[in-house]
């Protein structure tokens, strides 16, 4: 079979390459996780990942997956001991058969070796598994040759949207202080709120604009520069427009942001790296953008919606043609006005308890 993504092409002719292959397509190396392959035409179509053991009904979405995906034939993998992975890789099985796709092998792994569910020859798979090295085979090296990464872990992934710390930290801290600062300032001299908001929306547009240009130019922003627009992204019709121009090229933008604001203000920035992770094919990273988002604020309308698209391994195309347009959003949300400045003067009287 062969796996795809919009810069490579791996080629795998056999058990070894396929769990040689996973950590590549999943970002980590995986455990006490399943995973399956849709493929047509010995062509991978999508790659999903569920940890174990499975919560109930779990699998329900991966029917509709392929059928959307136009999956004829699967590989499902299992990584853990058998009372973990066996009834997983069954349940996917049974999913993969009720849905017509023939599952052409299915692999259980474990400490070095794997087992096969539909070989039972003791030539080609031993009672005792049969071992194999992913990081020294010649799939992990044409991988890491065409620029795929596998971490170690999936705490590894987490680390990569982990918050900044040291002198970084302490750097941005001060910022968002002085950003906190001279919004409080501007706000106690305000006579009009809904002028004061209307203003307050228009620079914050500005500045995420800005801050593509100049990220797609290669610059990074300077803390300042970030500490504000974390202030401006609790607004939703600034984060919105985030949201309406978003491209999967956008993902280092809001990682950076992501770590580096102060916690309380990283849920929008968390949830616009989702969906840009999202789009560029990286459902994984995702998640892991939105667990961090929602540890922070359970109640992220955002966070949540993304969520739920992705539990139920709904394509990001589905969202590509129905973005409001700014125009759309402008003509749908009205003016500006001091009720939208709520979510921002929440935080700016909040202690951040992480701080």
Not at 22 to 46: E, R, T, W
Not at 68 to 88: D, H, K, S
Not at 217 to 244: C, F, H, K, M, N
């Amino acid at each position: 079979m062969t796996t795809n993504t919009s810069e490579s092409c791996l080629t795998l002719t056999s058990p070894a390459d396929i769990l040689s292959a996973v950590p590549y397509l999943v970002g980590f190396h995986p455990n006490s996780s399943l995973i399956v392959i849709g493929l047509d035409g010995g062509q991978a179509k999508m790659v999903v990942r569920w940890g174990l053991p499975l919560p109930p009904g779990s699998l329900a979405p991966l029917a509709p997956l392929f059928d959307r995906e136009g999956v004829t034939q699967a590989v499902v993998i299992g990584y853990g001991p058998g009372e973990l992975v066996t009834p997983a890789v069954d349940e996917a099985r049974l999913v993969a058969a009720e849905a017509g796709v023939r599952v052409s092998e299915a692999l259980r792994a474990h400490e070095g070796r794997y087992w096969s569910y539909v070989c039972d020859l003791p030539m080609c798979c031993p009672a005792d598994g049969t071992p194999y090295d992913p990081s020294s085979s010649q799939i992990a090296a044409e991988a890491t040759v065409r620029g795929m990464v596998a971490l170690p872990d999936r705490e590894a992934l987490e680390g990569t949207i982990a918050p900044v710390t040291g002198p970084v930290r302490m750097a941005m801290r001060r910022a968002t202080a002085d950003a906190i600062a001279e919004t409080r300032a501007r706000l106690a001299a305000a006579t009009d709120l809904d002028a004061f908001a209307a203003q307050f929306v228009a620079e914050g547009l500005a500045r995420i604009r800005s801050a593509l240009t100049t990220q797609t130019e290669g610059g990074r922003l300077s803390d300042a520069e970030a500490a504000r627009l974390g202030l401006d992204l609790t607004i939703i019709r600034v984060r919105d427009e985030g949201w309406t121009l978003m491209h999967e090229s956008h993902v280092s933008l809001w990682k950076d942001l992501t770590r580096r604001l102060e916690p309380r203000f990283t849920p929008p920035a968390a949830a616009l790296l989702a969906m840009a992770a999202w789009r560029a094919g990286d459902s994984v990273q995702a998640t892991i953008a939105l667990e961090r988002a929602l540890s922070i604020d359970p109640g992220y309308s955002m966070a949540n919606l993304l969520m739920h698209a992705l539990q139920n391994l709904l394509s990001p195309a589905i969202m590509r043609g129905r973005l409001p347009t700014p125009a759309e959003l402008d003509a749908a949300m009205g003016a500006a006005h001091s009720g939208w400045l709520l979510p921002l003067v929440n935080l700016l009287d909040e202690e951040d308890p992480r701080a």
